[in-house]
């Protein structure tokens, strides 16, 4: 089957950094995907991985290792607006994507 | 404005009502989706469609039904077989591109049985 874990929650300061993992096993791959989700909102694209390698698009970034099935997301200078769920989502085969249960991130002052 | 249109955003139905919720997209893309979601849980794929008159059951098809007569439009129907059929829907479409086959979200709709 397939199988993506995140941590549940998350809590951060503003103005700090957090790291968001994501570990997936599926049994392809075609592409790694990240979602933020305010609560009761659809989900909104953040990133997307298909190599091995950082992708930075301005305050997120996101890593993916394929060898390792691994992810990470990267917030900086954390606001109080990124407080949201965070999704992890693997494309495993044509039109077939898992997603995360999502990390929720709670941004203190 | 190039986006995705679900409605109603709040739907309440009786015990044993089918129920249809509308979603439409101009941005041209091939493939359509409905996803559920339920509290605290990540999206579960209803149905796909990758063209016109056709498409596929997802992980949790059974008490649902779909159909796709027109590529802009793909209304989903929550029927009473559904028995626990209150949660958080949302439709999407998606199309090859720079960032692989990323999906976009409808605002969604809300379901619940009263």
């Known amino acids: 089957g397939q199988n993506i874990d995140q941590p549940t929650e998350m809590t951060a300061t503003e103005g700090a950094i957090v790291q968001i993992n994501c570990t997936y096993q599926?049994?392809?791959?075609?592409?790694l995907f990240w979602y933020q989700q305010h609560a009761g909102e659809a989900p909104t694209f953040l990133s997307y991985?298909?190599?091995?390698g950082l992708e930075e698009k301005g305050r997120f970034s996101s890593f993916l290792s394929r060898s390792k099935g691994y992810s990470y997301l990267l917030l900086k200078e954390l606001q109080m607006k990124d407080s949201a769920s965070y999704l992890c989502?693997?494309?495993?085969?044509?039109?077939?994507?898992?997603f995360g249960s999502g990390t929720r991130l709670l941004v203190r002052p | 404005d190039g986006g995705i249109t679900q409605s109603p955003k709040y739907l309440f139905r009786k015990e044993g009502q089918n129920v249809t919720l509308s979603c439409e997209q101009n941005?041209?893309?091939?493939?359509m989706y409905w996803y559920r979601q339920d509290p605290g849980q990540g999206l579960r794929l209803i149905y796909y469609s990758q063209i016109v008159n056709d498409f596929q059951k997802g992980d949790i098809a059974e008490g649902y039904s779909v159909s796709r007569e027109k590529k802009e439009s793909f209304p989903l129907t929550v029927t009473s077989a559904q028995k626990n059929p209150t949660a958080f829907y949302l439709c999407a479409s998606s199309t090859s591109g720079q960032y692989g086959n990323t999906i976009y979200f409808g605002e969604g709709s809300w379901l619940t049985v009263v």
């Open positions: 989502a693997v494309e495993y085969g044509s039109y077939k994507l898992i």
């Open positions: 941005l041209n893309h091939d493939a």
């Open positions: 991985n298909v190599l091995d």
């Open positions: 599926t049994s392809g791959f075609n592409g």
